[in-house]
């Protein structure tokens, strides 16, 4: 499952390792609820106790933070004894679930808020990324917007005026760039404002999702120019991303949230494996909340995944024959309905999708079945994806949330061939012939 | 390496709690250009798209001087001596306005740049600062407007002249500009957490300019209700006003000790200000 790995020895040539970014033992609590008449109550105590030379008293309570769970007080730690250390030159990935501390932790390093106990050390200027365009003007000309969004970022003018025409070409807006950016398209706009991160260079760079941004040759631009700026060296990039495929093209090392606590910080691929395991609960049967549906003319109400003698299999041992099984239900007579049964993997890169032959319904229950009896898959986990849609385009079913296969890595042997458990999604192997000639 | 050596080497290093006073000036002088490029974003976006432009700049102080002299001094009957009510009038609110624009510009300070305060770190001051000299530039816009209406009444015989210590009215617009920047940082800085004061700075700032001897000379109040003089002469912002109006209409008297007064509670508001704005900036962000 693993790719995009060529970047990663280019690297790792540094001469010694310097610790740049310290994080020690960082906690940050919030307040929940609104902030109303409370507030001053709270002050007023805290202050109290600080006048006596007493602790905080609101430090001493607090959950961690999972957001599903009901809180039993107002305080929450959004991140609680956060400790590691980033080395001069590494390029760090940071993962975690939503709510997991990784913009906290962002906002903490590039000094937005300060942190509620703990120390963070930097051994260098640190420009951070958590939007681009900050402080864009509508009413200002895309040229007045690179200096001042560049002064912001904390550039000088004089680094501005050597770069600009750089800036310019590279966000490909030059027509436009003595019109106020109000006019831009908001393609243009993300461009423009792009540009004018892409050619900071501060000694540590801090990132938050802004490469979600824009079309998807500019995605490619921009995502080109991170490798650039990491592959120049000596500089240090910490990366929140929920792009899994980014991360691993762009991060040797990456660092997982989960629920505002360090989980790990290791190898790109094993901080990945551990964070999908996470979030993965192996099921063989998935019954669908049918109350939503209802009023559909067809909907989804359980899949099941068996092997071929009808056995409900929670994880399916590598190479073993497999089949899936969907109940549906027609709320009213339906002409060329298809199922579809999709495949991808955990990052949501399609493998394979079988669609049934249109077929015309009478109300009623149906179950359909997908076997599985050619292709062997490789260990690891999948998404399935159920759709049913009236002829070609009318979808009337959609379910792509959290449905998951799990093939296990029980040993396959095939002959003549040595099987590399990570070396793909398939595990059949072609035919090979050699001969001398 | 001993973790002490590493210590000495970092650039920098967040803690939960902030020094007492801990201005970094030299990082404030890094960011100067920032400060450049926001008066001048302040200035060139103001009149965007009005036809007018910066002639709304004149426009404002003059009307506002016309209504005065109609109803403080028309209607109402305040004598302003030998010298024109017009003008009168035009003087305290050219540095009235200066007041207020610093004033509730900076006093919103972390309201408006909420946007980008929480998304990028630069030291916060920069925008107050941008501020103060964004209405600097008004002011001197709106000082012309004044000059011009000297000349003209002084060339049509009315009785009026500089003082020599006019000279020194730079210092005053410093003075003024701090006390603004001051007070602006105490309010900003506690409207983060209690929305309530922003109502309260709209109509203060109204209320405040009928005690800061704006449209009367101080010794009007003296004279006319001895038993709230007070409240003007315990106002700072009062004797700037008289002053500016004795340096360039030569009327009333230098309040020397006033002006002593006013300096140390501009010195006194300015450290407050810095001290409430520098334990705001850090954690703000949580709480507007």
Redesign the interface.
């Known amino acids: 499952m693993i790719r995009f790995n060529k970047f990663k020895c280019l690297i790792y040539l540094e001469l010694e390792k310097e610790?740049i970014i310290?994080i020690h033992n960082i906690s940050k609590q919030?307040?929940l609820g609104q902030?109303g008449t409370g507030?001053?109550r709270h002050?007023l105590n805290r202050w109290w106790c600080k006048i006596q030379g007493k602790e905080d008293p609101y430090l001493k309570i607090g959950d961690t933070n999972d957001r599903s769970t009901k809180a039993t007080s107002n305080y929450v730690w959004a991140l609680k004894n956060i400790n590691f250390e980033v080395e001069r030159g590494e390029i760090v990935g940071i993962i975690g679930k939503n709510g997991a501390g990784k913009s906290t932790l962002l906002?903490?390093l590039?000094?937005?808020?300060?942190?509620?106990?703990?120390?963070?050390?930097?051994?260098?200027?640190?420009a951070?990324l958590?939007?681009v365009g900050?402080?864009f003007?509508g009413?200002?000309t895309g040229r007045?917007n690179i200096?001042?969004n560049g002064?912001?970022?904390?550039m000088?003018?004089k680094e501005i005026t050597s770069k600009i025409d750089e800036i310019i070409d590279f966000s490909g807006c030059e027509r436009y760039i003595d019109t106020?950016v109000k006019r831009y398209s908001s393609g243009m706009y993300v461009r423009l404002a792009f540009a004018v991160a892409a050619f900071l260079e501060p000694e540590i760079l801090i990132v938050d999702e802004v490469l979600a941004v824009g079309d998807a040759e500019f995605q490619k631009k921009a995502v080109g120019k991170m490798q650039d700026i990491s592959r120049e060296g000596g500089r240090t990039v910490l990366f929140v991303s929920h792009n899994m495929a980014v991360i691993q093209k762009l991060c040797p090392t990456t660092i997982l949230l989960s629920n505002g606590e360090f989980a790990m910080k290791g190898k790109t691929e094993d901080v990945i494996d551990l964070y999908l395991s996470q979030s993965v609960l192996n099921n063989s049967v998935y019954i669908f909340n049918t109350k939503v549906s209802a009023l559909k003319i067809a909907f989804v109400t359980k899949l099941s995944i068996l092997d071929l003698d009808d056995n409900l299999m929670s994880e399916i041992p590598i190479g073993k024959q497999w089949k899936v099984k969907i109940l549906f239900t027609i709320n009213e007579k339906a002409n060329n309905l298809i199922v579809g049964l999709g495949m991808t993997d955990m990052f949501d890169v399609p493998i394979r999708t079988t669609w049934t032959q249109p077929n015309n319904y009478e109300p009623g229950n149906y179950c359909a079945t997908f076997i599985e009896d050619k292709i062997k898959f490789n260990q690891g986990q999948y998404k399935l994806i159920i759709g049913i849609s009236k002829g070609a385009s009318q979808v009337i079913e959609y379910l792509d949330k959290d449905i998951f296969l799990t093939i296990s890595d029980a040993v396959y042997q095939q002959e003549n061939t040595i099987i590399n458990n990570k070396s793909g999604f398939i595990v059949d192997q072609m035919k090979v012939l050699i001969e001398q000639i | 390496m001993s973790s002490k050596n590493?210590?000495s080497?970092?650039?920098?290093?967040?803690?939960?709690k902030?020094n007492f006073f801990s201005i970094n000036f030299k990082e404030i002088w890094?960011?100067r250009?920032?400060l450049?490029?926001?008066v001048?974003?302040d200035v060139?976006?103001v009149y965007?798209?009005t036809i007018l432009g910066p002639l709304w700049y004149l426009i404002q102080p003059m009307f506002t001087s016309i209504t005065f002299t109609i109803i403080f001094n028309n209607l109402a009957g305040i004598e302003t001596g030998a010298v024109p009510p017009f003008l009168f009038n035009l003087t305290g609110i050219t540095i009235w306005n200066y007041f207020t624009s610093c004033f509730t510009g900076t006093s919103n300070t972390f309201g408006s740049n909420s946007?980008?305060?929480?998304?990028?770190?630069?030291p916060r001051i920069i925008s107050p600062l941008s501020l103060v000299v964004s209405s600097l530039l008004k002011f001197g816009i709106q000082l012309v407007i004044l000059i011009v209406f000297y000349i003209y009444f002084y060339s049509n015989g009315a009785d009026i002249s500089l003082n020599g210590w006019v000279i020194l009215f730079p210092i005053l617009i410093v003075m003024m500009g701090l006390l603004s920047l001051g007070l602006g940082m105490i309010i900003s800085s506690m409207v983060t957490?209690?929305r309530d004061l922003n109502y309260l700075v709209g109509f203060g700032v109204q209320l405040l300019m009928y005690i800061s001897a704006v449209v009367y000379p101080m010794a009007l109040v003296e004279q006319k209700m001895p038993d709230f003089a007070w409240v003007v002469k315990y106002n700072p912002l009062a004797y700037i006003i008289e002053t500016t109006r004795f340096m360039f209409l030569n009327v009333g008297e230098l309040p020397f000790f006033g002006l002593i007064y006013t300096l140390i509670i501009t010195i006194v508001i300015l450290l407050i200000g810095l001290l409430l704005f520098n334990k705001t900036e850090?954690?703000f962000?949580?709480?507007v």
């Open positions: 610790i310290k919030y307040r902030i507030a001053l002050d906002k903490l590039s000094r937005v808020t300060s942190p509620t106990t703990g120390e963070i050390n930097f051994g260098g200027r640190v951070s958590l939007e900050t402080g003007h009413e200002m007045e200096y001042l002064a912001i970022l904390g000088t003018k106020p | 590493i210590k080497d970092w650039l920098y290093t967040i803690t939960p902030s890094q960011y250009d920032l450049l490029l926001f001048r974003r060139i976006t965007k798209q946007a980008i305060f929480g998304k990028v770190y630069f957490k209690y850090k954690n962000i949580d709480t």
